[in-house]
């Protein structure tokens, strides 16, 4: 499996963009870069994913390395709701209904008023 | 769509009891995973089935928990007889797995064992 590398923590102030970093310098070349993030008490939501380019939703904005070995989540504008554990994780597709998705620890994102 | 559902949402049991949480997923999803999280361990992925199969077991602690899917819409995990270390949140999500594509997940089972 892929490994990956994410700050325990990070703070920003309300409406501020945050970047959310990611190491991933073992990910294979088919591997996709998926991006979670989990409120308290709820299960985790996807925010995005991509494979080479950088990639935009309404959620956030995903940067990828142009080696792949790093990405970086952005949101755009911090709100009080965004307060989450943000997990970055490698997902591995072998065929044949095989894969990998585990996640990490996450970056535990505080936002301040 | 509902979401993935999961039944119960808190459970509190006694040791040595067995335990059944129930998962529907998204319909027309053709991948399923059960997930549990602890304060220690983080996000631990049980197993995972794809179109009904399980494919990876091997994160199944041992040979107390069992899941099944006996059909595309519905899958149980049990575990037999429960122990106080199983307590935990429980996670099912679903997806339509062909290439990187997103998990959903359910609310959660909270699960204790006393």
């Known amino acids: 499996d892929a490994k990956t590398t994410q700050p325990n923590s990070m703070e920003s102030n309300e409406e501020e963009p945050v970047h959310l970093p990611c190491n991933h310098s073992?990910?294979?070349?088919?591997?996709?870069i998926h991006w979670y993030r989990q409120l308290p008490s709820q299960g985790p939501e996807y925010v995005i994913h991509?494979?080479?380019s950088n990639v935009n939703n309404r959620m956030a904005s995903l940067a990828i390395a142009e080696d792949r070995k790093s990405s970086t989540l952005i949101l755009h504008r911090a709100t009080l709701r965004d307060a989450a554990v943000y997990y970055c994780?490698?997902?591995?597709?072998?065929?044949?209904?095989?894969?990998?998705?585990?996640f990490g620890k996450g970056t535990k994102l505080s936002v301040i008023p | 769509d509902a979401g993935v559902i999961q039944s119960p949402r808190h459970e509190v049991t006694e040791m040595g009891q067995e335990v059944t949480l129930r998962c529907k997923p998204i319909?027309?999803?053709?991948?399923l995973f059960w997930y549990r999280q602890t304060m220690m361990r983080g996000l631990e992925l049980l197993i995972y089935?794809?179109?009904?199969?399980?494919?990876?077991d091997s994160g199944m602690p041992e040979d107390r928990f069992s899941a099944k899917m006996p059909n595309a819409s519905f899958s149980t995990l049990k575990i037999q007889p429960s122990e106080p270390r199983d307590s935990a949140v429980y996670f099912c999500a679903s997806s339509f797995i062909g290439r990187g594509e997103k998990l959903f997940f359910g609310s959660g089972t909270q699960l204790s064992v006393l």
């Open positions: 089935f794809n179109n009904n199969v399980p494919i990876d």
């Open positions: 994780i490698p997902f591995s597709y072998s065929g044949a209904g095989s894969y990998q998705l585990t």
């Open positions: 319909s027309g999803h053709n991948s």
């Open positions: 991509g494979l080479t």
């Open positions: 073992t990910i294979s070349g088919t591997d996709y």
